[in-house]
T-cell receptor, first 111, second 118 residues
Framework: GQQLNQSPQSMFIQEGEDVSMNCTSS?????WLWYKQEPGEGPVLLIA?????ELTSNGRLTAQFGITRKDSFLNISASIPSDVGIYFC???????????FGDGTTLTVKP | GAVVSQHPSRVICKSGTSVKIECRSL??????MFWYRQFPKQSLMLMAT?????????EQGVEKDKFLINHASLTLSTLTVTSAHPEDSSFYIC??????????????FGAGSRLTVL
């Protein structure tokens, strides 16, 4: 089946630093999604990308849909302590329920 | 996007008992809902697709007699973990699929239910 490779697995950064994480796939997706999950909560959608090459921002977050449709990255600028959590990428085609999730990137921000 | 409510958020039960988890779509009529399971420090694993008015579709390796799903209305799906055992302890999350104005197909997740089986 489809697999997503998400990296890095974890990051420990200082408040104010920029963060970058990415996902690659062996197959094409029509939509790339980035979610954030905080402890004891369900994932919350951050950014949705549905056009190859698309670059989208949401506040301090910027994500891009790779031109090959097989990869995406998420950048967080000027990190703050509340950015702590697990970030998941997800790829989907026509059926959102069949989204394939990456293994997550755990972000720790030191004040 | 949709607003999804999940209950209970935490449940502790004895081994051998059954536990029911509810997932409600508060502002969206969902003919389809999805149930995921998440182990600590791991990603989300799709367990089954809950279909309103019909049988759920289970992913390979998920025991349908163990994890009973009922989707009796357009706003409510329930997951019942029958004869629970400690290995069933996990974080169970439901979701609803929708389409954003951009055209992207996305999932909206509930807050999850932490099941601990003693």
């Amino acid at each position: 089946g489809q697999q997503l490779n998400q990296s890095p697995q974890s990051m420990f950064i200082q408040e104010g630093e920029d963060v970058s994480m990415n996902c690659t796939s062996s197959s094409i997706f029509n939509t790339w999604l980035w979610y954030k999950q905080e402890p004891g909560e369900g994932p919350v959608l951050l950014i949705a990308l549905y056009k190859a090459g698309e670059l989208t921002s949401n506040g301090r977050l910027t994500a891009q849909f790779g031109i090959t449709r097989k990869d995406s990255f998420l950048n967080i600028s000027a990190s703050i302590p509340s950015d702590v959590g697990i970030y998941f990428c997800a790829g989907t085609n026509t059926n959102a329920g069949k989204s394939t999730f990456g293994d997550g990137t755990t972000l720790t921000v030191k004040p | 996007g949709a607003v999804v409510s999940q209950h209970p958020s935490r449940v502790i039960c004895k081994s051998g008992t059954s536990v029911k988890i509810e997932c409600r779509s508060l502002d969206f009529q969902a003919t389809t809902m999805f149930w995921y399971r998440q182990f600590p420090k791991q990603s989300l694993m799709l367990m089954a697709t809950s279909n309103e008015g019909s049988k759920a579709t289970y992913e390979q390796g998920v025991e349908k007699d163990k994890f009973l799903i009922n989707h009796a209305s357009l706003t409510l799906s329930t997951l019942t973990v029958t004869s629970a055992h400690p290995e069933d302890s996990s974080f169970y999350i439901c979701s609803v699929a929708g389409r954003l104005s951009s055209g992207a197909n996305v999932l909206t997740f509930g807050a999850g239910s932490r099941l601990t089986v003693l």
